[in-house]
């Protein structure tokens, strides 16, 4: 028999909308606790990001393809949806810089911010650059404990070259951003990290490395057959759940005194899985203040092309695992994966795929682009880039408008702000890539989060 808390938990009504990784969890979690459960998508299906698509036989990712193995939560998920013997790790690891017609092994480095002074050798970095970022080592403590760009960290301490082909290159694989604008304490704590530990960034990044285990694992992991199977297996659990799944359906939020309506819906509970411009939009009506918080938060554009490649194709050595092109060098393309050195089983006959990123913050010109031309346009930027031709064949397209919030300096105050409005309505939380960090680990924790919190 229930009783207390237990048994108002048991008639409390909830409702979900937007039904990415993070929106999924939230619902997971709520139905796990006891909560009738409506989960509303605006698309045909769910995932959002975690997307993929069929080119000549072979399902590839159009979004993420892998995610961080130094966080536990999408392993406890994977665990928890039975997929915790279908976890894998890349056969390939090494990446590459473009820079000058060559292709630059990275020296040891701690998200770009190097480990040495010795930066010349490969080319990446000049002797004079090399010269420059050796003054951090004798540098005055110039440390702050106000927020700060990227950019003005790494040129201050290490010189513009650092910035534009070694750290801004790796930022930019990660989130489209600029980094003279990316907020060193949100955007990347493992960078805030070093400038707590040293005034010497190589100093930092030196004892950072130094203190790793000699086999720490894979950077990365991902699932056998794709991250989309663990969107897969979550939706039949949220069936099993009893959720009520509502697809192809644009939500919206009303007010009452005792508690909310979504699209007629009554509930107890409101979580909004959306990007922050869509959850604006949403409460607008009831909150202003928060929707104008909300609507502050830029959004970077990004597409993915496909290339299947007979095999032999290119010569790569195989333990290359992709491409950096920093935004220096005039690209549109901004990263070269080669999917099927990282996961040998999707090229199935030994075929050669290509996953080739374009779109950054500083850059929307291949936006006005059909596909076809932006198709060639790659083809002929990663021919010029690799410096071997790309056959025609089968490729594809996946276009991601408005995909990657921008944690801009001092990101944090504004979350503060947002979740100060948001705590002034019971029942009211959000969840997401916007608010605690853009990977698959931070958006299942935000779900988690959300599930655990009472109205």
Request: with cysteine; glycine share 10%.
């Amino acid at each position: 028999m229930l009783i207390g808390p237990d048994m108002a938990r048991a008639s409390r009504t909830s409702a979900v909308i937007g039904g990415g990784i993070a929106g999924i969890t939230a619902a997971l979690g709520l139905a796990e606790a006891g909560d009738r459960v409506h989960l509303f998508e605006k698309g045909a299906q769910f995932g959002g990001k975690i997307a993929e698509t069929d080119v000549d036989g072979i399902v590839i990712p159009t979004g993420p393809d892998n995610f961080l193995a130094r966080r536990t939560e999408v392993f406890d998920l994977a665990a928890e949806l039975g997929l915790d013997d279908r976890l894998i790790s890349p056969s390939a690891g090494s990446a590459r810089i473009y820079r000058d017609g060559r292709l630059h092994p990275l020296p040891p480095n701690v998200l770009g911010v190097p480990a040495t002074t010795e930066l010349s050798g490969t080319g990446l970095i000049s002797e004079t650059g090399s010269r420059r970022a050796a003054e951090d080592l004798t540098a005055g403590d110039d440390r702050t404990s106000r927020d700060e760009s990227v950019g003005s960290l790494i040129r201050r301490r290490l010189g513009d070259e650092v910035l534009e082909y070694l750290v801004d290159p790796l930022l930019g694989g990660i989130n489209a951003g600029d980094s003279d604008r990316l907020s060193l304490e949100s955007g990347t704590p493992q960078l805030a990290q070093l400038r707590t530990m040293n005034p010497s960034l190589i100093t930092a990044a030196k004892m950072t490395l130094d203190d790793r285990p000699p086999n720490p694992g894979p950077v990365f992991s991902s699932i056998d057959g794709g991250i989309a199977r663990l969107i897969d297996r979550a939706v039949a659990r949220l069936t099993d759940l009893g959720v009520t799944i509502h697809l192809d359906t644009e939500a919206s939020i009303e007010r009452h005194d005792d508690g909310w309506s979504v699209s007629s819906h009554r509930v107890d509970k409101v979580v909004i899985a959306t990007p922050a411009f869509v959850a604006a939009d949403l409460v607008r009506g009831f909150a202003p203040a928060l929707s104008g918080e909300l609507s502050g938060i830029y959004y970077s554009s990004v597409g993915v092309t496909i290339f299947v490649l007979p095999p032999n194709t290119l010569s790569i050595d195989p333990s290359i695992s992709g491409v950096l092109v920093p935004r220096a060098c005039g690209f549109t393309v901004t990263a070269i994966s080669f999917a099927s050195h990282k996961w040998p089983r999707m090229a199935g006959d030994d075929r050669q795929i290509l996953r080739v990123s374009v779109g950054r913050r500083t850059d929307a010109r291949w936006r006005q682009l059909p596909d076809d031309a932006l198709i060639e346009l790659v083809r002929a930027e990663v021919s010029d880039i690799l410096g071997q031709v790309i056959p025609p064949g089968p490729t594809s397209v996946a276009l991601w408008p408005q995909s990657l919030p921008q944690y801009d300096v001092d990101h944090a105050d504004r979350i503060i702000r947002i979740e100060r409005h948001t705590s002034q309505f019971d029942g009211l939380s959000f969840v997401g890539a916007w608010l605690h960090g853009l990977g698959l680990p931070a958006c299942v924790a935000s779900g988690r989060s959300a599930a655990r919190t009472s109205p």
